[in-house]
C-alpha cells in the first residue's frame, strides 16, 4: 500500500535531528520519503517518479511520527502466567510455580498464548520483539499470522530444547519470512552444563554468529557461578568462547567492572529489564557504568509472568528513574539516551539494521503518538514527555511493515481480539 502521513511532527532517532513538521511517504514495506513536503514535484524528482497514487492519505493532526518501540526482551507465550504467581522470590516463583505449569503447556497453547502478547505490544507502540521461549515453530506461526515482526532466540538448558534444535531452528526460520529471524541462544548458565555449553560454542563458531542469554539477574546466580567455576557468568561464558561474535545478556544486574570490559571487548549488548528486575527485586542494573563503558544499552519488558505488563513506556520511565537512584543523582541516564536505548538501540541488538530510524529506503515500523492529550501538554519537550510522562494511551497508531495494526483503539489483525482473549482463558481454565 501506498500511504502518506502528514502534518507530522517528526522523531526520526536519527543522531542530531530534532523534532521537525512535516510528512512520511510509505510504499509497501518501505519508507521512501521524510521531510518537510513542501515542494511535492521535487520530490517526485527526487525519486525519479512523475506522481503517487494514495491507498491512503492520513492527517496525523500535528501528532508525533517516531520509530516503533523495540522490546529486546520477552517471553510472550508467558501470558498465561500473569497475575499467576506474584509476590515470590525469583528461585521459588521460577522453579515452583513458572516451570510445572510450563511443563503442561503444548504448542498450540503457545501460539494461541503468544497472540495476546502481540495485542497487547501493539497497544504499547512495540513493532517487533527479541522472544526466547519454548517452541520457535508455533511462535514464529504466531508473529507471522499477526503481522508482529519477531526475532527469536533459542532458549537451551539442561532440561529442554538442546544444541541440536538450536542449530536446527537457526538455519530453517531464518530468511523464510520478510517479518521473521532467528538467533543462537541458551537460556541461562546456571540452567546449562559445561558440556552443552561447549556445544553451543562450537555452533556459534561454525556460523560465526551473535549469541543472547539471561546474565547476571540475581546475586545468588553469580555467586552460584563462580562456586562452579571460580568466575563470574560473564567470564565463565567468555572464557568458552561463546561471545566471540558478539550477541548480548539480559537483565546484566550484577555485573563487575571485568564483566562490563568484557562486554566491551565483544560489542556486547546489556539489554535491560528494569520492571522486572524491580518486581522480583533482583537489583538495578548499573546503566550509567555501562553508557560511560561505551556498551549499548537496550530495553525490554522481561516476560508477562514477571513483569507482568508489556509495557515500554514503564520501562523507559524505570530505567532513568532507577539509575537516577542508584547513582544518588539526577542528571543520571537522559530522556533522550532512553527514548534510543528503546528504538536504535534495540533494533541493532536484534539484528534489526533497517528498523531503527525513520529514514529513506528504511523499513516503515512506526507509531503515532497522540500528542493531544494533557499528560503530552505542554510541548516544551516532547522526546522527554515520552520518558516521563508519556504511556500507553499516547499511542495512536502502530505500524508494522507498512501495515497499520492498530489505530485509535482498534485492532486490524485477522483474528478479532475476543476470540484471542477467549481461547487464552480456556487455557487457563484447562491447565489451573
Known sequence: MNIRLYNARILTMEEGRDVFLGEIWVKNER????????????????????????????????????????????????????????DLPLGEWLNQQVFPVEARLSEQDIYELTKLAV??????????????????????????????????VGGVNNFSQSPELLEQWYLKLNDK?????????????????????????EIVHKYEAPVYTHMAETASE???????YGMTPMA??????????????????HVTDEDIAIMKKRGLYAVSNPGSNTKLASGIAPITKFLESGVPVALGTDGPASNNCLDMFREMFLVTGLAKLKEND???????????MATVNGAKAMGLFDADVLAEGKLSDLIMIDLNQPNMQPLNNIAKNIVYSGSKANVKM?????????ENGTFYTEEKPEEIYKKANDIVNKLH
Open 31 to 86: 519508507i521512501i520519503y521524510v521531510g518537510e513536503g513542501r515542494d511535492t514535484d521535487a520530490v517526485y524528482r527526487k525519486l525519479q517518479i512523475s506522481g503517487m497514487t494514495w491507498d491512503r492519505e492520513i492527517d496525523c493532526e500535528g501528532n508525533l511520527l517516531m520509530p516503533g518501540f523495540k522490546n529486546a526482551h520477552t517471553h510472550s507465550g508467558m501470558t498465561l502466567l500473569r497475575s499467576y504467581a506474584d
Open 119 to 152: 495485542l497487547e505490544y501493539l497497544t504499547s507502540g512495540i513493532t517487533a520483539v527479541f522472544d526466547m521461549y519454548l517452541t520457535p515453530d508455533s511462535i514464529y506461526r504466531a508473529f507471522d499470522e499477526m503481522g508482529m515482526r519477531g526475532v527469536q
Open 398 to 406: 502502530t505500524m508494522i511493515h507498512g501495515k497499520i495494526l492498530y
Open 177 to 201: 519470512s520478510p517479518l521473521q529471524s532467528f538467533k543462537l541462544g541458551f537460556h541461562a548458565e546456571y540452567t546449562c552444563s559445561k558440556e552443552l555449553l561447549m556445544k553451543i560454542s
Open 236 to 253: 565463565f561464558l567468555d572464557s568458552l568462547g561463546i561471545f566471540d561474535f558478539g550477541g548480548g545478556g539480559y537483565h546484566c544486574v
Open 222 to 228: 553469580v555467586e552460584g557461578c563462580k562456586e562452579r
Open 330 to 340: 539526577a542528571s543520571a541516564v537522559d530522556a533522550l539516551e532512553v527514548l534510543k
